[in-house]
């Protein structure tokens, strides 16, 4: 084998060291699942489930392809990219909240323990896209061990991520000052400063005595960074898209179940804890978010969450739920008659909605834009509500968008992902491509206090509300929805419901 130079020398190098750790496993137990201590879960070289840690490493290297087309005049500048993991939360004195990783970190590392830092920093002998990944993590501590359980620890991290190099995050401070206190970097820092309180408050200020406060120094915005990572988290990868299908499967699951057991006279916290029971009895790790379970004119309200008022005979729910499966969620919302039967003008709407949404997604296709299609369900909304006669059929202008914000007050959707409102920073303006997922959730809520009430012919339309969301593949093929098989039309729910 014949090289042509000494950088493709060490590129070859450098891939063969990979493979070669992919060669070696932890047959320890950690603090996340791995193919040891889960072998029906995760393969020899997987992090999650479908994707390997050579996947990770293609990520890395995809953002540092990105900052180099960002600084195009500046390939051969020294870039340190620092993206830390979040730190435990506590809910009161002492007691905390189950971990979640940052969900950017998680994305360029697999790596699932709080307190550490994920640095990428390119090589002074060779241009961008090639550089150095250093991960910092938690020492392994008998003591604290014998109360909270087995962590990784720098000597197993390199092995099993495929980083360069791990150390303890306890020299952090001394490498920090030793190798950059020069100046002379481009830093990108994904900082506390300017998002969440996540971080650890001792990691945060290490950073910025040592990096972001250092002279010659030129420091990028925390914003950039977020930007390119939010543009490769937007197109999913195989095996992301079967993490969100096996999500998307088990929340449908959970609402086929939940209809089941719906009668008058129950709770929302009792829809809510049969709905979390399901997921997490079939492998969801936690629920996506905390769910809206609202009954009746409750579901006017769109982030209602206190879910602890009774179902009455008559009334409508609504249930907004996903769960999170290997850090991937679903988000999913129907609405059904709480004794299993339509009125007249609940079915109306509920399948004018529904037509609504099918029409959106037969949109969802490659080169639109999640505005495009807010705008096609606003206008599909607009004719619907006018045939149930919600909107005057004489009612335009300033005083129609008014009406219909106020009927429908939210987009048609989001992006979706690891987060359920995933890759804030992209527009909703940028082109769909293959890989990304959407929800389309369009919704009509029939406020008491809607400004035209006194217009609605049908008084029984009043304290009405109903929302579906599926969540949406794009493809080069048409859209796929990711949460086959969640009841949808009026036969399925009342079949379900009325067994």
């Given at each position: 084998m014949a090289f042509r130079s000494v950088k493709n020398l060490l590129s070859y190098y450098k891939m063969r060291r990979h493979s070669l750790i992919s060669l070696r496993h932890i047959s320890?137990?950690?603090?996340?699942?791995?193919?040891?201590?889960?072998?029906?879960?995760?393969?020899?070289?997987?992090?999650?489930?479908?994707?390997?840690?050579?996947?990770?490493?293609?990520?890395?290297?995809?953002?540092?392809?990105?900052?180099?087309?960002?600084?195009?005049?500046?390939?051969?500048?020294?870039?340190v990219l620092i993206i830390p993991a979040s730190k435990v939360q506590y809910m009161s004195q002492d007691i905390f909240y189950r971990f979640h990783q940052n969900n950017d970190f998680l994305y360029f590392t697999g790596?699932?323990?709080?307190?550490?830092?994920?640095?990428?920093?390119?090589?002074?002998?060779?241009?961008?896209p090639d550089h150095n990944t250093v991960l910092y993590v938690t020492d392994r501590d008998p003591f604290r061990e014998k109360w909270e359980g087995p962590v990784l620890g720098p000597d197993d991290a390199v092995d099993y991520?495929?980083?360069?190099?791990?150390?303890?995050?306890?020299?952090l401070s001394e490498h920090l000052e030793r190798k950059y206190s020069k100046g002379g970097y481009s830093v990108w820092y994904y900082g506390e400063r300017e998002t969440p309180a996540t971080i650890s408050d001792s990691i945060d200020v290490t950073i910025h005595q040592h990096l972001l406060n250092v002279p010659g120094s030129r420091i990028t915005s925390n914003h950039s960074l977020l930007y390119h990572m939010h543009t490769l988290r937007a197109i999913k990868s195989e095996g992301e898209i079967s993490l969100m299908r096996r999500a998307g499967e088990i929340a449908a699951g959970a609402f086929k179940k939940v209809m089941s057991l719906t009668v008058p006279g129950m709770y929302e916290y009792q829809l809510e804890s049969h709905f979390e029971h399901y997921c997490r009895m079939n492998g969801g790790q936690r629920l996506a978010f905390v769910p809206v379970v609202a009954g009746g004119e409750r579901a006017c309200h769109i982030h209602y969450t206190t879910n602890e008022l009774k179902l009455n005979e008559g009334e409508l729910v609504l249930l907004d739920g996903g769960v999170e499966y290997c850090g991937y969620v679903s988000d999913i919302t129907r609405t059904w008659p709480v004794n299993g039967?339509?009125?007249?003008?609940?079915?109306?709407?509920?399948?004018?909605?529904?037509?609504?949404?099918?029409?959106?997604?037969?949109?969802?296709?490659?080169?639109?834009?999640?505005?495009?299609?807010?705008?096609?369900s606003k206008e599909l909304l607009q004719e619907e509500l006018k045939k149930?006669?919600?909107?005057?059929?004489?009612?335009?202008?300033?005083?129609?968008?008014?009406?219909?914000?106020?009927?429908?007050?939210?987009?048609?959707?989001?992006?979706?992902?690891?987060?359920?409102h995933d890759t804030p920073l992209l527009s909703h303006n940028v082109v769909l491509q293959p890989g990304?997922?959407?929800?389309?959730?369009?919704?009509?809520?029939?406020?008491?206090?809607?400004?035209?009430?006194?217009?609605?012919?049908?008084?029984?339309?009043?304290?009405?509300?109903?929302?579906?969301?599926?969540?949406?593949?794009?493809?080069?093929?048409?859209?796929?929805?990711?949460?086959?098989?969640?009841?949808?039309?009026?036969?399925?729910?009342?079949?379900?419901?009325?067994?």
């Open positions: 320890r137990h950690i603090r996340q699942p791995t193919n040891y201590s889960h072998p029906e879960l995760l393969g020899k070289d997987e992090l999650l489930p479908g994707i390997t840690k050579m996947e990770f490493a293609r990520r890395r290297r995809r953002l540092m392809e990105e900052i180099s087309k960002t600084h195009s005049g500046m390939t051969n500048a020294n870039h790596f699932q323990e709080p307190d550490a830092v994920l640095i990428i920093e390119s090589n002074s002998s060779s241009p961008l991520f495929g980083v360069d190099e791990a150390y303890s995050i306890t020299l039967r339509f009125t007249a003008a609940q079915r109306d709407l509920y399948e004018a909605v529904l037509r609504v949404k099918e029409a959106c997604i037969k949109c969802c296709q490659v080169g639109v834009t999640l505005n495009y299609i807010h705008s096609v149930l006669e919600i909107l005057p059929t004489d009612l335009d202008g300033p005083d129609l968008i008014q009406a219909l914000n106020s009927l429908y007050p939210h987009d048609i959707g989001h992006y979706l992902g690891m987060d359920v990304m997922v959407i929800t389309v959730e369009p919704g009509v809520y029939v406020r008491r206090d809607f400004p035209i009430k006194n217009h609605i012919k049908a008084k029984e339309f009043l304290g009405a509300a109903v929302r579906i969301e599926d969540d949406v593949l794009i493809t080069s093929d048409g859209p796929q929805v990711l949460n086959k098989g969640t009841p949808q039309t009026v036969e399925e729910i009342s079949v379900i419901i009325n067994k």
